[in-house]
């Protein structure tokens, strides 16, 4: 089935580190997302991609890094510099351009700093 | 800059009866509209859109939606609730500039009790 696969679902992290989450779809979309979502604050864009080897910084950016080698995959790297990165972060993709298409979800990875 | 107000932290409704969950929006030229339900632990998934056309949206679920262009509104409606509705509730806005970038109200936390 087609869909986007976020991973690990649960992650633990020790402050200073750095980590990376995984985010693939095979719906063949051009444009990938970063959302993080905190209690009460909806979700709020990190980083986006229209297209391969292309993204800019959304809202939040700070702290966070993206790569997008791959129409398939767009990995987010949390960075020591994130001053508080425990949080859900949910991945999303979508037809690209113009086209008012909806986002399709991943199922979300949690990252805590202990 | 666009944005997307969901005034209501949490609505409780009775089963069966009608539910409304309630949406403004600000942005530059015409909207594109969404509502994304989320339940627990897990990612967004679309219910509905509103593009052009029809004021009433109908979507997923049994839910529909009411543009309100003087009124700036997008309330998410269904005619009968279910408890199996009880979930959190996301408004998205964006404008018809180019690109996907979806703003997201701050949710709302739908309970229905038998």
């Known amino acids: 089935d087609g869909g986007i696969t976020q991973s690990p679902k649960y992650l633990f992290r020790k402050e200073g580190q750095n980590v990376t989450l995984s985010c693939e779809q095979n719906?063949?979309?051009?444009?990938m997302y970063w959302y993080r979502q905190d209690p009460g604050q909806g979700l709020r864009l990190i980083y986006y991609s229209q297209i391969v080897n292309d993204f800019q910084k959304g809202d939040i950016a700070e702290g966070y890094s993206v790569s997008r080698e791959k129409k398939e995959s767009f990995p987010l790297t949390v960075t020591s510099a994130q001053k508080n990165p425990t949080a859900f972060y949910l991945c999303?993709?979508?037809?690209?351009?113009?086209?008012?298409?909806?986002?399709?979800f991943g199922e979300g990875s949690r990252l805590t700093v202990l | 800059a666009q944005s997307v107000a969901q005034p209501e932290d949490q609505v409780n409704v009775a089963e069966g009866n009608p539910l409304t969950v309630k949406c403004t929006y600000s942005?530059?030229?015409?909207?594109?509209l969404f509502w994304y339900v989320q339940y627990p632990n897990r990612g967004l998934q679309f219910l509905l859109k509103?593009?052009?056309?029809?004021?009433l949206v109908k979507g997923s679920y049994g839910f529909e939606a009411e543009f309100n262009k003087s009124q700036t509104s997008f309330h998410l409606k269904k005619p009968s609730a279910l408890v199996s509705d009880s979930a959190l509730y996301f408004c998205?806005?964006?404008?018809?500039?180019?690109?996907?970038?979806?703003?997201f109200g701050t949710g709302t936390q739908l309970k229905v009790e038998l």
């Open positions: 942005v530059s030229g015409n909207p594109y």
């Open positions: 998205a806005v964006r404008g018809t500039g180019g690109g996907n970038k979806l703003t």
């Open positions: 509103y593009i052009t056309g029809d004021n």
């Open positions: 719906l063949n979309h051009d444009a």
């Open positions: 999303a993709s979508s037809l690209s351009g113009g086209a008012p298409g909806e986002l399709f």
